[in-house]
């Protein structure tokens, strides 16, 4: 059973940095492209970021509004996924998902989550 | 990237039909066939229902049909349950691998 667990939440003050991670056991972490993924408090979900596999030399794409502050990173040897996030605002207050990408027919569609880990930007 | 606007709110009554839209644009939505619905319970994560448009993963009842017209797709349950009520969320790719999703559903059983 595929299971995806996120940690690293917690209050942040703006302008401040934090890392978050995500374990995943269940599935070949290796294969499959990982997902950030955040939805502010009573808001839909909001698609923060993608990072492929070896295979496709780990490469990266943002949404904007995270672009150039927030990078995500994975350790295939550790099935573990990251996101490491700077230059906090009160508006990245959410909580924040890690969302595997499906293989063949899903590969553009998130096909399992975590239950999240909340982040808090306040002074 | 604009969110997708879906309705705030449907009802319906156990045994009727309802759908929920999900309006994009051409450069989502509209221009791709990757859209997806999600169903959220409190506190849970989201939960796929519908991809490729139309598609279910194994598991999901045949009670949910998924549709699109131009920039604007469709998630039909038929014969609504209690179960069914939740959030639901739709999802599209919107191209230079980026996504966006929809603002939400609250869908209630009457």
């Known amino acids: 059973e595929v299971h995806l667990v996120e940690s690293g939440g917690g209050l942040v003050q703006p302008g401040g940095s934090l890392r978050l991670s995500c374990e995943a056991s269940?599935?070949?972490?290796?294969?499959?492209?990982m997902n950030w993924v955040r939805q502010a408090p009573g808001k839909g979900p909001e698609w923060v970021g993608r990072?492929?596999?070896?295979?496709?030399?780990?490469?990266?794409t943002y949404a904007a509004s995270v672009n150039g502050r927030f990078t995500i990173s994975r350790d295939d040897s550790k099935n573990s996924l990251f996101l490491q996030m700077n230059s906090l605002t009160t508006e990245d207050t959410a909580v924040y998902y890690c969302?595997?990408?499906?293989?063949?027919?899903?590969?553009?569609?998130?096909?399992?989550w975590g239950q999240g880990t909340l982040l808090t930007v306040a002074s | 990237q604009s969110a997708l606007t879906q309705p705030a709110s449907v009802s319906g009554s156990p045994g009727q039909s309802i759908t929920i839209s999900c309006t994009g644009t051409t450069r989502d939505v509209g221009g791709y066939d990757y859209v997806s619905w999600y169903r959220q319970d409190p506190g849970k994560a989201p939960k796929l229902m519908i991809y490729d448009v139309g598609q279910r993963p194994s598991g999901v009842s045949d009670r949910f049909f998924g549709s699109k017209s131009a920039n604007t797709a469709s998630l039909t349950i038929s014969g609504l349950q209690a179960e069914d009520e939740s959030d639901y969320y739709c999802?599209?790719?919107?191209?230079?691998?980026?996504?966006?999703f929809g603002g939400g559903t609250k869908l209630t059983v009457l």
């Open positions: 269940g599935f070949i972490f290796s294969d499959h492209y």
């Open positions: 969302a595997r990408m499906g293989n063949g027919h899903l590969q553009y569609h998130f096909d399992h």
């Open positions: 999802c599209s790719y919107a191209g230079g691998a980026t996504w966006v």
């Open positions: 990072i492929r596999n070896r295979a496709n030399s780990y490469t990266t």
